[in-house]
């Protein structure tokens, strides 16, 4: 079954710094990798999609990287900014399961001050 | 953002009634799913449908049934409600299964079973 782990599970970082949010899979048997934002009582909202056969996808500040040999991924955010602050989630979509299903790992919970 | 909506937003119910919880879209895709999030759990899926009257189980689908008569809408319900089901649960959708398909999220229900 894959499995997906977060780390760091929470990083509290001042407005302006560069910062890196990083995920790891067990199974490198994926259709895709999605990094999500959640803010607190809210849904998912997709940030990034990575095609297995791609090695990263740029979205503004935000740019995210793949290496599925080895069952990793950054989440890279330039100059953050307070309003950065949220739960960010990524999630793999396995080739062996139910065609579409994501395994999600826990988050990291980001907060960025002023 | 894309068009999901989720009904109710909030619910508080009793042990051993039943629930249902609705989940429509607006977008015409085919792929319909149902997860819940939970403290140390992180989201996990329950049931998928991949078009009309078809569905399938998810990885935690035990005292949940669903149900899919029209294209836009995707049925959670809860047969006899435990305090366990106590969770968020939040409806998702995507235009196909595979390697460049996003999944994109409704606002959530919070249900709390008493």
């Known amino acids: 079954k894959q499995e997906v782990t977060q780390i760091p599970a929470a990083l509290s970082v001042p407005e302006g710094e560069n910062l890196v949010l990083n995920c790891s899979f067990t199974?490198?048997?994926?259709?895709?990798l999605q990094w999500f934002r959640q803010d607190p009582g809210k849904g998912l909202t997709s940030l990034l999609l990575?095609?297995?056969?791609?090695r990263e996808q740029t979205s503004g500040r935000l740019n995210a990287s793949l290496d599925k040999s080895s069952g990793r991924s950054t989440l890279y955010i330039a100059a953050s900014q307070p309003g950065d602050s949220a739960t960010y989630l990524c999630?793999?979509?396995?080739?062996?399961?139910?065609?579409?299903?994501?395994?999600f790992g826990r988050g990291t919970q980001l907060t960025v001050w002023p | 953002d894309a068009g999901i909506t989720q009904s109710p937003r909030h619910k508080v119910t009793e042990t051993g009634t039943p629930v249902t919880l609705r989940c429509h879209q607006t977008?015409?895709?085919?792929?319909m799913y149902w997860y819940r999030q939970d403290p140390g759990h992180g989201l996990r899926l329950i049931h998928y449908?991949?078009?009309?009257?078809?569905?399938d189980k998810g990885e935690v689908s035990d005292g949940y049934s669903v149900s899919r008569s029209k294209t836009e809408d995707f049925l959670l319900t809860l047969e006899s409600a435990t305090s366990s089901q106590t969770s968020v649960y939040f409806c998702?959708?995507?235009?196909?299964?595979?390697?460049?398909?996003?999944?994109?999220f409704g606002p959530g229900t919070r249900l709390t079973v008493t």
């Open positions: 998702a959708i995507s235009e196909g299964a595979g390697m460049s398909y996003e999944q994109y």
């Open positions: 199974d490198s048997a994926i259709y895709n």
């Open positions: 990575i095609q297995s056969s791609q």
């Open positions: 999630a793999v979509a396995d080739r062996g399961s139910t065609l579409g299903r994501l395994y």
């Open positions: 977008e015409n895709h085919r792929y």
């Open positions: 449908s991949y078009g009309v009257k078809d569905t």
